[in-house]
């Protein structure tokens, strides 16, 4: 039962242009949300967060969007860069401090 | 700098041997975590702790023991190695915060199972 889904598992998008990464969720006891990239051969480093009192968060180029309602997330990054590209995985957590993480997405940002 | 290692990054080990993955942190966390990357299937947990000598199951322990003797590692152990198991193996560590807090990760051991 995968409880946090990345429906899209690539994304092409050019450079200067925005790229959307979505992730959906059916546990409603998770409260809060991190995204993380991932290089290959490398372990995977913390990008961005939010607390599920809040339904956006801002850091530089990258902005994630929360709708409670409709149990989704989204990853804005603005303007993409080459150096993006990575495999972007969403992860929840709730009572618990373990981290339920999607499938991934892999963002290819072309020139 | 937060630093999470784990102590091989390739390993070849051959069906029915048992193994030991290492992983140590330098933060003072609580929690520690095992989880195995394979494509189209994301990040799975196998086990984690919140504290030393207490695990937990994750997702996907059979096959998998863990060891916690002390705060700072975290040891993953594959009794008899399978070439199912054959993965990255991911480790990470974050504070005990009820407000959610992020984890770091290791650099991964890339594990093939002959």
């Given at each position: 039962d995968q409880q946090v889904k990345q429906n899209s598992p690539s994304l092409s998008v050019q450079e200067g242009r925005i790229s959307i990464l979505n992730c959906d969720y059916?546990?409603?006891?998770?409260d809060y949300f991190l995204w993380y990239k991932k290089y290959p051969a490398e372990g995977p480093t913390f990008l961005i967060s939010i607390s599920s009192i809040k339904d956006k968060n801002e850091d530089g180029r990258f902005t994630v969007f929360l709708n409670k309602s409709a149990k989704h997330l989204s990853l804005h990054i603005v303007?993409?860069?080459?150096?993006?590209s990575a495999v972007y995985f969403c992860a929840a957590t709730g009572t618990a401090s373990k981290l339920t993480f999607g499938t991934g997405t892999r963002l290819q940002v072309t020139l | 700098d937060v630093k999470v290692t784990q102590s091989s990054r390739y390993l070849v080990k051959r069906t029915g041997e048992k193994v030991f993955l290492e992983c140590v942190q330098?933060?003072?966390?609580?929690n520690m975590f095992w989880y195995r990357q394979d494509p189209g299937l994301g990040l799975r947990l196998i086990y984690f702790s919140y504290d030393v000598k207490m695990k937990e199951k994750g997702d996907i322990p059979e096959g998998y023991s863990v060891s916690r003797e002390k705060k700072e590692r975290f040891s993953l152990i594959l009794e008899s190695a399978s070439t199912n198991q054959t993965s990255m193996y991911l480790c990470a560590s974050s504070l005990e915060y009820r407000g959610g807090t992020e984890a770091f990760f290791g650099q991964g051991t890339r594990l093939t199972v002959v």
């Open positions: 059916t546990n409603s006891m998770f303007p993409s860069q080459p150096g993006d | 330098d933060m003072d966390h609580e």
